[in-house]
């Protein structure tokens, strides 16, 4: 069965703090996908990896960073949090076409 | 630039109605593909289906049916005797043309809220 799993459902953070999101897939996938999902704007892609140390740009990368060491891990990171990065972040992986999601995690940062 | 529009915000139907969600895309590309996902209230989203540019032929899944038309650059999703679980947050999403080697990120729609009300 499909398994993405996120470290944590719901994150409060201070504005200024490095925040790392994590996320592990057991499919051996290729390819994972960070997204923020915004009330009114869907979800938007902030960076991907099609490969172990390798990352791309994705549509909304300002402000945020990644880290893929290990095939099944796949880290986002908020150098410096704002409030205005405030936001639902759901982490996906896929071997060719489809995407598999994981449960996504609340971030807030006050 | 690619685009997908979900010009439906939310519907409100009563349950056994059969509903449709549009969706509408833009894309250079002459390979893409096309998903429908599902995001109940816990928040996962859930694949439902893919659909690839050379493929027009509709599809049915139980209650669920897709209708395809490159004509007008529409892939709607009917959900026939509407249920209380259907109701989510449905998202149309396009990919376009897997690059060997390299992985593409989905552009989603914002979604339809769909209410089935007992």
């Known amino acids: 069965d499909v398994k993405v799993t996120q470290s944590s459902r719901y994150l409060v953070k201070r504005t200024g703090e490095k925040v790392f999101l994590e996320c592990v897939q057991d499919m051996d996938h290729e390819n994972m996908f960070w997204y923020r999902q915004d009330p009114g704007l869907g979800l938007r892609l902030i960076y991907f990896s099609y490969d172990v140390k390798m990352k791309e740009k994705g549509d909304i990368p300002e402000g945020y960073s990644v880290s893929r060491e290990k095939k099944e891990r796949f880290s986002l990171i908020l150098e410096s949090a704002s409030t205005n990065q405030t936001s639902m972040y759901l982490c996906a992986s896929s071997l060719a076409v489809v995407q598999f999601f994981g449960p996504g995690t609340r971030l807030t940062v006050l | 630039a690619q685009k997908v529009t979900q010009a439906q915000t939310e519907i409100s139907v009563v349950e056994k109605e059969d509903v449709t969600l549009d969706c509408v895309y833009e894309t250079r590309d002459t390979t893409y593909y096309l998903f429908w996902y599902k995001q109940p209230p816990s928040g996962e989203l859930v694949f439902l289906i893919r659909?690839?540019?050379?493929?027009?032929q509709n599809e049915i899944s139980g209650r669920y049916s897709w209708n395809f038309q490159k004509s007008t650059s529409s892939f709607n999703f009917t959900i026939t005797a509407s249920q209380v679980v259907d109701s989510a947050v449905y998202f149309c999403?396009?990919?376009?043309?897997?690059?060997?080697?390299?992985?593409?990120?989905?552009?989603f729609g914002k979604g339809t809220h769909l209410i089935i009300q007992p």
């Open positions: 999403a396009l990919s376009e043309a897997y690059s060997g080697g390299g992985a593409d990120g989905l552009t």
């Open positions: 659909r690839n540019s050379f493929d027009e």
